[in-house]
């Protein structure tokens, strides 16, 4: 195997030139725009230091006690989404089997 076939993708240099020149012009539209990627880092940054994380930022607390706020959290939305899957559930099959018995009639 040569060195350049360590870089073909999918057994073809057309897709590997049509990859890695989108990959160029993304690299090169991300460095004309390079003060607006810088900014909106710096923004994201700002923004992520005023949100509300879901554990305790106290170093004293370890293990599960640490992550209560964020267990809890998953659970209800395990909880929540297992009822809705049942609720999709119930009326689809409530719905199957009333087109079953409308369309029986026509057969």
Do not use: H, Q
Not at 53 to 65: A, C, L, R
């Amino acid at each position: 195997m040569s060195f350049l076939e360590f870089f073909k993708i999918s057994n073809s240099w057309i897709v590997t030139g049509v990859v890695f020149a989108i990959l160029a012009i993304a690299g090169i539209v991300a460095l004309r725009n390079a003060a607006l990627v810088s900014r909106f880092v710096g923004e994201v940054k700002g923004e992520l230091r005023k949100a509300n994380w879901p554990w305790e930022s106290d170093p004293k607390i370890k293990g599960f006690k640490k992550y209560k706020e964020l267990v809890d959290s998953t659970i209800v939305v395990l909880i929540a989404t297992i009822l809705l899957a049942g609720f999709v559930s119930m009326w689809d099959f409530i719905c199957t089997y009333v087109v079953d018995f409308i369309t029986s009639f026509g057969s």
